[in-house]
């Protein structure tokens, strides 16, 4: 037997056990006379004591030879420990060791395997076993099994039942470019590796599993942007028979069945926002709502003024910073210097002072009077000691600008408070979105979302206005969840084809499958995949997913550790039938 006991298990109680212990040389202290050891494994840390008064001199010279991550293996005695460490939970004893074994050596690791590390980030991940035993990412990992659990838990309590499908299949269209695989036995052929198991799960509807789950990774080739994995997890669902309304519930369920066991928070009902409400309150389609700063439409009150740059927008549209006032000339100069960088892309900004003393001082002063400047801060809710940023613009474009300088301030504002979960549904998405590049609509969720019937009408005429049976769930200003009611008749998704500028061929082509089990009776269904990287970090109370993957990959998708992707040899392409090493 390796050991007895875990490393963070010995108490007082222990006192005078005969114990054995394995694990990791955290660190030495050698005072000559007295080595001490920490030993650590993944519950905890225990220190062992090496006494020259009571310990054979042979295994004082052999303790004498350990280094930083050595595995051990000691024998020994629970004894109390003479100046106590109230901050470990061992700290109470000590282990006088009795036998020594050294089951491995270590060389001297890159980083300091503590909480604090002097390891840089692509150190870190080259070295991500050792980066593992620390204590941060350790506890990540644990974390995010028991969302994982507690996911599996809540869902098969409420009947649904894991599938899983396949990885090698063919494209499923959720926006990204697919990962493909070559067949070696289908030469020049190949699979694409699924951006989500979409259209399966949608066939297990067919097949009348009724409802399904499954936390499953998906793949997607996208150009990463920061804090994006090309392989990730999804909490895939799907349900049938059910309209909107039941999805809302259902995962609404698991959400805070999630909050309640994994952070000990119980939230009511969940709010829920239109895509259009969200859009004009918070220019943004994932509001976070922990904070207000709602955006304050300010035409009817800026435009009546010789003021041409306000005068020539579509719209003027403005959010009070709460206690903003005290922002000195040169922050906000500043403020305006970050809007103005070409990712945000905005011309100006104007701004109030709401004094205390009830005046307003704004940067406009020369075109607007006070009672001008109190209709704006009536709109924008402003009160005494806040700063009224305004921009102008055309409308879609000025409200992503807002929404930028909205989430800026309240971070500067420390309005996140990452302990604090506030869960918005927002429904009724668009079905299509227009695409600058390609001129042509796109389906805003997948292919797959059913219109809202109501609005099928206008899909000739107006389809840029039809609204989908599409919602997502947001937390804390991050999309956590997101899916629709599908279509699930034939006629109607060949309809959706063709207004996705698929030809009947391709769309035989590449989906026949699906709408030929459309033809056997395919009932009525809906579902919803969370991000299980995301949300998990969120619940963690922290923005990376990459700190919640066991080997993530780094921002430009390579795994620095394996180093992959690498090439591979010209037999092996030979055999996949590919082209050998055409000039990059
Ligand atoms: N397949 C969708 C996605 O990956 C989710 C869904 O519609 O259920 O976003």
Not at 86 to 114: C, R
Not at 365 to 374: I, S
Not at 493 to 511: D, I
Request: aromatic letters at 10%; glycine letters at 8%.
């Amino acid at each position: 037997m390796y050991r007895t006991h875990k490393n963070g298990e010995l108490r007082l109680e222990n006192l005078g056990q005969e114990v054995t212990l394995a694990g990791w040389v955290q660190k030495t202290r050698d005072k000559g006379f007295m080595i001490w050891v920490d030993l650590r494994d993944r519950y905890g840390i225990t220190q062992l004591i090496f006494d020259g008064d009571r310990t054979p001199k042979e295994m004082m010279e052999k303790a004498k030879m350990l280094g930083r991550e050595f595995v051990i293996q000691v024998k020994g005695e629970v004894i109390e420990r003479v100046s106590k460490n109230a901050n470990m939970p061992t700290g109470d004893i000590e282990i006088l060791v009795k036998e020594l074994t050294i089951l491995n050596k270590s060389l001297v690791p890159p980083f300091t395997i503590e909480d604090e590390t002097d390891g840089g980030d692509e150190l870190r991940m080259k070295y991500r076993y050792l980066d593992i035993r620390r204590n941060s990412v350790k506890n990540n990992l644990i974390f995010r099994s028991k969302v994982a659990m507690e996911t599996r838990k809540y869902l098969s309590g409420e009947g649904f039942i894991e599938v899983e499908t396949p990885y090698l299949i063919k494209s499923t269209p959720e926006g990204a470019r697919d990962f493909v695989v070559p067949s070696r036995m289908n030469a020049g052929q190949f699979y694409a590796l699924p951006q989500s198991p979409q259209t399966f799960k949608q066939l297990l509807m067919v097949g009348g599993l009724d409802k399904y789950f499954q936390i499953v990774k998906c793949f997607r080739d996208e150009d990463l942007r920061a804090d994006r994995q090309p392989e990730f997890t999804q909490i895939d669902c799907e349900m049938a028979f059910v309209e909107q309304e039941d999805i809302l519930n259902a995962f609404e369920g698991l959400t805070r069945h999630l909050l309640k066991e994994v952070n000990g928070v119980e939230i009511s009902k969940f709010p829920r926002m239109t895509y259009d409400d969200a859009m004009r309150k918070y220019g943004n389609d994932k509001p976070d709502i922990r904070f207000g700063m709602e955006f304050g439409e300010l035409n009817a009150v800026a435009q009546h003024k010789d003021f041409g740059i306000f005068n020539t927008a579509e719209l003027v549209v403005g959010i009070s910073v709460p206690g903003g006032n005290v922002f000195t000339r040169k922050e906000i100069d500043g403020l305006i210097e970050f809007l103005k960088r070409p990712q945000v892309g905005a011309s100006g900004m104007v701004y109030v002072r709401c004094n205390d003393d009830g005046t307003f001082k704004s940067s406009v002063d020369k075109f607007y009077d006070e009672a001008d400047l109190k209709k704006w801060a009536e709109i924008t809710g402003a009160k005494a000691g806040d700063l009224i940023c305004v921009l102008s613009g055309v409308a879609d474009k000025v409200r992503g600008q807002l929404s930028v300088l909205r989430m800026e301030m309240a971070n500067r504002l420390g309005l996140r408070n990452p302990k604090e979960f506030a869960p918005l549904w927002v429904v009724d998405f668009p079905l299509l979105e227009w695409d600058e590049e390609t001129k042509r609509f796109h389906a805003m969720h997948h292919p797959f979302t059913s219109p809202k019937p109501e609005d099928m009408g206008m899909l000739d005429t107006n389809p840029g206005k039809v609204r989908a049976n599409a919602y997502d769930l947001v937390l804390n200003g991050n999309e956590i969840g997101g899916g629709s009611i599908r279509i699930h008749d034939k006629q109607t998704q060949a309809l959706m084809f063709n207004h996705l500028g698929f030809t009947p061929e391709k769309a035989k082509e590449q989906f026949g499958f699906l709408m030929n089990a459309f033809e056997y009776g395919a009932p009525p269904h809906g579902g919803i995949a969370f991000g299980l990287d995301r949300l998990t970090a969120i619940l963690g109370g922290q923005e990376t997913i990459r700190d919640f993957i066991a080997f993530p990959k780094n921002n430009s998708g390579r795994d620095v550790m394996i180093d992959a992707p690498s090439q591979i040899d010209d037999e092996q392409l030979k055999e996949l039938c590919l082209k050998i090493n055409l000039p990059l």
